[in-house]
């Protein structure tokens, strides 16, 4: 079993930043990537970065250039450093595992952002 515990989340102003902290504990083995996806009130689960165990990162269109993941392997802790933070990134954000047999998914952390 795995177990994801993020932090971080808050309100801040538009135009603040906000790091986002997640760490996997458990029966972790084979690990091919880590990341963060977020979730707003009546729309679906949306990419926000994807970090792999050898430090390829993908992004969401939306998130491009504002936010950068970061991961310590031996540690099993991800980060999303948020920065420029608009309205629109307000969300319930999740932190993901993908190991070679199963996704695991912690239970997300909210961020709002006021204008």
């Known amino acids: 079993q795995v177990q994801l515990v993020e932090s971080g989340g808050g309100l801040v102003q538009a135009g603040g930043s906000l790091r986002l902290s997640c760490v996997a504990s458990g029966s972790i083995f084979s690990v091919n990537a880590m990341g963060w996806y977020r979730q707003a009130p009546g729309k679906q689960r949306e990419l926000v970065a994807t970090?792999?165990?050898?430090?390829?990162?993908n992004y969401g269109d939306s998130t491009k250039g504002r936010f950068t993941i970061s991961r310590v392997n031996f540690k099993n802790t991800v980060y999303l450093q948020m920065n420029s933070l608009q309205p629109e990134d307000t969300a319930v954000y999740y932190c993901?595992?993908?190991?070679?047999?199963?996704?695991?998914w912690g239970q997300g952390t909210q961020v709002t952002v006021s204008s």
């Open positions: 993901n595992l993908n190991s070679i047999d199963n996704d695991f």
């Open positions: 970090i792999t165990r050898y430090g390829s990162t």
